[in-house]
Nanobody, 118 residues
Framework: QVQLVESGGGFVQPGGSLKLSCHSS????????MGWYRQIPGNGREMVAI???????NYADFAEGRFTISRDGTGNTIYLQMDALKPEDTAVYYC????????????WGQGTQVTVAS
Protein backbone atom coordinates (compact mmCIF):
# COMPACT_ATOMS: atom_id res chain seq x y z
CA GLN A 1 0.00 0.00 0.00
CA VAL A 2 1.43 3.34 -1.07
CA GLN A 3 1.06 6.20 1.39
CA LEU A 4 0.80 9.74 0.08
CA VAL A 5 0.89 12.89 2.18
CA GLU A 6 0.07 16.22 0.59
CA SER A 7 0.72 19.68 1.95
CA GLY A 8 0.91 23.29 0.82
CA GLY A 9 -2.70 24.15 0.10
CA GLY A 10 -4.29 27.30 1.39
CA PHE A 11 -5.87 30.62 0.56
CA VAL A 12 -4.36 32.96 -1.99
CA GLN A 13 -5.50 36.02 -3.91
CA PRO A 14 -5.87 35.95 -7.70
CA GLY A 15 -2.49 36.24 -9.36
CA GLY A 16 -0.75 34.69 -6.40
CA SER A 17 1.26 31.50 -6.10
CA LEU A 18 1.19 28.31 -4.08
CA LYS A 19 3.46 25.27 -4.02
CA LEU A 20 1.99 21.88 -3.22
CA SER A 21 4.07 18.95 -2.00
CA CYS A 22 3.35 15.25 -2.04
CA HIS A 23 5.52 12.79 -0.20
CA SER A 24 5.19 9.20 -1.35
CA SER A 25 6.20 6.06 0.49
CA UNK A 26 7.02 4.63 -2.95
CA UNK A 27 9.90 6.01 -4.98
CA UNK A 28 9.03 7.44 -8.39
CA UNK A 29 11.59 5.14 -10.00
CA UNK A 30 9.36 2.23 -9.03
CA UNK A 31 6.10 3.61 -10.40
CA UNK A 32 4.66 4.37 -13.80
CA UNK A 33 3.99 7.97 -12.96
CA MET A 34 2.96 10.39 -10.24
CA GLY A 35 0.74 13.38 -10.64
CA TRP A 36 -1.64 16.01 -9.44
CA TYR A 37 -5.37 16.01 -9.99
CA ARG A 38 -8.05 18.35 -8.78
CA GLN A 39 -11.73 18.29 -8.07
CA ILE A 40 -13.93 21.34 -8.25
CA PRO A 41 -17.21 21.03 -6.31
CA GLY A 42 -19.85 19.51 -8.54
CA ASN A 43 -17.29 18.26 -11.07
CA GLY A 44 -15.33 15.08 -11.54
CA ARG A 45 -11.65 14.76 -10.76
CA GLU A 46 -9.40 16.06 -13.55
CA MET A 47 -5.73 15.73 -14.32
CA VAL A 48 -3.58 18.79 -13.66
CA ALA A 49 -0.06 17.49 -14.33
CA ILE A 50 1.84 14.22 -14.29
CA UNK A 51 5.50 13.30 -14.16
CA UNK A 52 6.90 9.93 -15.18
CA UNK A 53 9.81 7.98 -13.76
CA UNK A 54 11.78 9.05 -16.84
CA UNK A 55 10.98 12.69 -16.03
CA UNK A 56 8.44 13.10 -18.79
CA UNK A 57 5.81 15.72 -17.97
CA ASN A 58 2.31 16.32 -19.18
CA TYR A 59 0.01 19.21 -18.33
CA ALA A 60 -3.66 19.96 -18.71
CA ASP A 61 -4.34 22.87 -21.04
CA PHE A 62 -5.39 25.10 -18.16
CA ALA A 63 -2.14 24.37 -16.32
CA GLU A 64 0.27 24.85 -19.21
CA GLY A 65 2.46 27.88 -18.67
CA ARG A 66 1.19 28.54 -15.14
CA PHE A 67 1.86 25.32 -13.24
CA THR A 68 5.08 23.34 -12.97
CA ILE A 69 5.39 19.77 -11.74
CA SER A 70 8.74 18.63 -10.41
CA ARG A 71 10.32 16.10 -8.08
CA ASP A 72 13.07 16.17 -5.51
CA GLY A 73 16.38 14.37 -5.73
CA THR A 74 15.21 11.41 -3.65
CA GLY A 75 12.32 10.62 -5.98
CA ASN A 76 9.87 10.37 -3.11
CA THR A 77 8.44 13.86 -3.25
CA ILE A 78 6.77 15.70 -6.07
CA TYR A 79 5.75 19.32 -6.19
CA LEU A 80 3.26 21.46 -8.02
CA GLN A 81 4.27 25.09 -8.34
CA MET A 82 1.17 27.09 -9.20
CA ASP A 83 1.57 30.67 -10.41
CA ALA A 84 -0.88 33.26 -11.71
CA LEU A 85 -3.68 31.53 -9.87
CA LYS A 86 -7.26 32.24 -10.83
CA PRO A 87 -10.51 31.85 -8.88
CA GLU A 88 -11.42 28.96 -11.17
CA ASP A 89 -8.37 27.09 -9.84
CA THR A 90 -10.18 26.74 -6.52
CA ALA A 91 -10.43 23.02 -5.86
CA VAL A 92 -9.22 20.14 -3.76
CA TYR A 93 -5.90 19.01 -5.19
CA TYR A 94 -4.95 15.34 -4.96
CA CYS A 95 -1.68 13.54 -5.43
CA UNK A 96 -1.81 10.22 -7.28
CA UNK A 97 0.62 7.40 -7.88
CA UNK A 98 0.12 4.84 -10.63
CA UNK A 99 1.86 1.48 -10.47
CA UNK A 100 1.49 -0.94 -13.35
CA UNK A 101 2.31 -4.56 -12.52
CA UNK A 102 0.07 -6.46 -14.86
CA UNK A 103 -2.80 -4.30 -13.77
CA UNK A 104 -3.16 -0.60 -13.07
CA UNK A 105 -3.00 0.34 -9.40
CA UNK A 106 -3.98 3.86 -8.39
CA UNK A 107 -3.13 5.34 -5.03
CA TRP A 108 -4.49 8.69 -3.88
CA GLY A 109 -3.59 11.19 -1.22
CA GLN A 110 -6.15 12.74 1.07
CA GLY A 111 -6.27 16.01 -0.86
CA THR A 112 -5.41 19.58 -0.01
CA GLN A 113 -7.72 22.56 -0.45
CA VAL A 114 -6.66 25.46 -2.64
CA THR A 115 -8.83 28.56 -2.53
CA VAL A 116 -8.23 31.52 -4.82
CA ALA A 117 -10.31 34.56 -3.95
CA SER A 118 -10.06 38.30 -3.40
Amino acid sequence: QVQLVESGGGFVQPGGSLKLSCHSSENINNVNHMGWYRQIPGNGREMVAIITRRDGRNYADFAEGRFTISRDGTGNTIYLQMDALKPEDTAVYYCKVVIVDGKINDYWGQGTQVTVAS
